[in-house]
């Protein structure tokens, strides 16, 4: 004998509002959040990656300088930094290498230019900051040393002698300045001398005439634009 239940319109309303409820709660998933730390402000500048020309063994006069900026509030890993050609362009740095870069601060990447060879030289400086590469390119020329040697014939004479002024060991086809200064005989006004600006032939030589009208003494010497090296300096009287 079987019973059978009556089952009423209200029961399955009821049962079918359970079943719906039960099935969202299962099939609902957990809630989650990321967070997120916003980058610091970073970037990387320089001045221009052409060195002055520089003889052969001796180091730049002026250095190529790669500055780390972080205006963030929060450090910037540094990394390394590497050198294709160390031996002719050195470096140094203030940078935390394998550290951090703290916020609101600065750090420096200083190269120089030492030539071992004639010619144009080339390197790259690779910065590794803030999880990226950055790349510099350098370059320079290596030139013959100089060593300015400056002559003077005559040595005295009147205001119509004809001084000549002759200049060896500067750079090939580079600028020199002659430089002179004077010491007026008694009885006479000084007389300011303003830099000249020469060019040496392609052999390190020139050759510069001149005659002074004012009695007294006359100091020259020459500097070597590329190199800043002075050459001796030498006297001309006129009497």
């Known amino acids: 004998m079987q019973c059978t239940l009556p089952v009423r319109r209200r029961h399955i309303a009821l049962l ?23 980058p610091s402000t970073f970037t990387i500048t320089w ?12 180091t730049s006069s002026t250095s190529v300088v790669a500055t780390l900026w972080n205006y963030g ?10 050198d294709s050609n160390a031996g002719e362009f050195p470096w140094s740095t203030t940078c935390p290498l394998n550290g951090a870069l703290a916020a609101a601060s600065t750090c420096a990447i ?11 030289q080339n390197a790259t400086i690779v910065i590794n900051a803030n999880g990226k590469d950055q790349s510099l390119s350098l ?8 060593n300015p040697q400056l002559s003077i014939d005559p040595a005295s004479g009147s205001a119509a002698t004809p001084f000549v002024l002759t200049l060896t ?19 006479n006004s000084d007389i ?11 052999s390190g030589r020139l050759a510069v005439t001149s005659t002074h009208d004012s009695p007294g003494t006359f100091e020259n010497w020459f500097v070597d634009a590329a190199t800043s090296v002075a050459s001796n300096h030498v006297v001309s009287v006129v009497q």
């Open 139 to 146: 370059g320079g020329t290596g030139v013959q040393p100089v």
């Open 73 to 82: 509030s929060a450090s910037v890993p540094v990394g390394s930094v590497t």
């Open 16 to 38: 079918l509002l359970l079943l719906s409820s039960i099935g969202c709660a299962n099939s609902t998933a957990p809630s989650s959040t990321t967070s997120t730390t916003t």
């Open 169 to 187: 060991g500067v750079t090939p086809g580079g600028q020199v300045t002659l430089n002179t200064t004077y010491t007026p005989a008694p009885g």
């Open 192 to 202: 300011p001398f303003s830099p000249t600006v020469w060019t040496a032939d392609a």
């Open 110 to 120: 200083t190269t120089q230019f030492k030539p071992a060879a004639l010619g144009v």
């Open 47 to 58: 001045n221009s990656g052409t060195f002055p020309a520089t003889a052969v063994g001796t």
